[in-house]
């Protein structure tokens, strides 16, 4: 009993371990795809900075078209005054064609703006090309290496797996499918030591009859709070030593 109950916490110590490596597999695609986003937030910047430029040019060249019409009505006008003898038509004419100058001289201000934040934009969208290059050719580099990790991380877990298997394997059908049970619940703890006369996975204290059954290190006990298996605490040592001199 002495021998299942040890390879019982080593079962449970290869378990531990495997919760950590398929975490950590788990989170290599997720970190990958967070990179990924990255890439891609910044490739949206830079057509959003590009879009805006096309927009602003578009309405520089609108303005500057209206500044065209309006200034060849500013000439008919000029001619209308130069030629008209009615002081009154020449001065309704002056007055339309100072309007217009003062519009024309707005629109051309405000193209003026606009072309100027063209420019900044351009600028802007090339800064961002230059990062968005060199953030492609990291996330590549990331992707070996994640791919590298990942096949190194299933290694080990097949490796990590077969042992536990093996382990478990010895160990009868109904002490087996509870290590399973457990394991669902609360991964990678599954046995745990008695500490003091408590539980040392939940705290629940037991009562003396319990403690003592555990000390024995003849049956195969459970914690009836938490439902982990619980050993004493030099069964737990023990299988720790050979664990590491196994390992
Ligand atoms: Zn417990």
Redesign the pocket.
């Known amino acids: 009993m002495e021998q299942s109950l040890t390879r019982l916490v080593q079962a449970q110590r290869l378990e531990e371990r495997l919760v950590v490596l398929q975490r950590r597999a788990d989170g290599l695609p997720v970190e990958l795809s967070e990179r990924g986003a990255q890439v891609s937030a910044l490739e949206a910047e830079i057509d959003q900075a590009d879009a805006e430029r096309r927009a602003a040019l578009s309405k520089a060249q609108d303005l500057e078209n209206e500044v065209r019409t309006r200034e060849q009505r500013v000439a008919k006008l000029e001619k209308q005054v130069l030629e008209t003898r009615d002081a009154s038509s020449a001065k309704v004419a002056e007055h339309e064609a100072g309007e217009l100058r003062v519009r024309s001289a707005e629109a051309q201000d405000q193209a003026l703006g606009l072309l100027e934040r063209a420019e900044t934009l351009q600028a802007r969208a090339a800064e961002v090309r230059v990062r968005v290059a060199a953030a492609r050719e990291d996330l590549e580099q990331f992707r070996a290496t994640v791919e590298a990790d990942a096949a190194g991380l299933r290694e080990e877990i097949e490796s990590y797996t077969a042992r536990r298997d093996a382990l478990l394997a010895t160990l009868d059908g109904a002490t087996r499918d509870h290590f399973a049970v457990v394991g669902k619940r609360t991964p990678g703890k599954i046995v ?1 030591p008695l500490k003091g006369d ?7 204290r037991m009562v003396p009859n319990d403690a003592v059954r555990v000390r024995a290190k003849n049956a195969c006990f459970r ?6 298996f ?1 050993v004493s605490p030099e069964i737990w040592a023990a299988a720790e030593q050979e664990s590491s001199a196994s390992s």
Do not use: E, F, M
């Open positions: 745990t408590s539980c040392g996975g939940c705290g629940t914690c009836p709070s938490c439902a982990r619980l």
